[in-house]
């Protein structure tokens, strides 16, 4: 990034959320710089975001573009354990790894390292997560602090390097040993699971002593 674009990045939430339109914030970051996306793209800044990028980049304050979103309450992710069949979608899709577990076992949300980004979300085959409000009556930078930001940021780092670290092993594999395609493995990890969740539901249930 250029020193404009570092800045901006600077002064964003970091919470990786894509909704601004980019794969995440320096992504946001480095088009605003460049002219090619608004300073009104990111509803996790809100308003006061807007200003952050009106005062570094020279531009008047716009209201914020209702196609990428509203500002609100800043959410956190919490996961039904009950119904969590262990798939670790939610693990890759998780920008902070805020979100522990192993394969076919239940997951949890770490809440300190959650941003509420939402991306959790979609990618759950059984609908176990949910939304919470974890600052009703804040939002935007009143939902948030430049000391969450940086941790954010830093934990998203951390996370760029461990999914990067995960490829070079698969690549360094005998070709006779690759492991599948990731669509086709995720799909059959979720398929063995759901089938687990459905057998385990059929059960009759034990006889009381």
Not at 82 to 94: F, H, Y
Not at 123 to 142: F, H, K, M, N, Y
Not at 150 to 179: F, I, N, V
Request: with cysteine; net charge neutral.
């Amino acid at each position: 990034m250029n020193g404009l674009a570092a800045r901006i990045n600077n002064a964003l939430p970091q919470t990786q959320c894509t909704r601004c339109g980019y794969p995440d914030c320096a992504g946001y970051a480095q088009a605003v710089a460049d002219g090619t996306a608004g300073i009104n793209q990111c509803p996790p800044g809100g308003a006061e975001g807007i200003e952050r990028l009106a005062l570094l980049t020279g531009q008047a304050p716009l209201p914020l573009d209702p196609q990428f979103g509203t500002e609100g309450p800043r959410a956190m992710a919490v996961i039904d354990e009950a119904w969590c069949i262990g798939c670790t979608l939610c693990l890759d899709a998780c920008p902070t790894d805020a979100i522990v577990g192993i394969n076919k076992r239940m997951h949890t949300v770490i809440e300190a390292h959650c941003t509420g980004c939402e991306l959790c979300i979609p990618v759950c085959p059984v609908d176990c997560i949910a939304l919470e409000v974890e600052t009703p009556g804040r939002s935007g930078w009143q939902a948030w602090s430049q000391t969450q930001a940086e941790a954010a940021l830093q934990r998203y780092k951390l996370h760029g390097a461990h999914r990067k670290a995960g490829a070079q092993e698969e690549t360094k594999a005998p070709e006779a040993a690759a492991p599948q395609d990731a669509n086709t493995r995720k799909r059959s990890i979720v398929e063995a699971a759901l089938a687990r969740a459905r057998a385990a539901s059929q059960r009759p249930p034990a006889a009381k002593p």
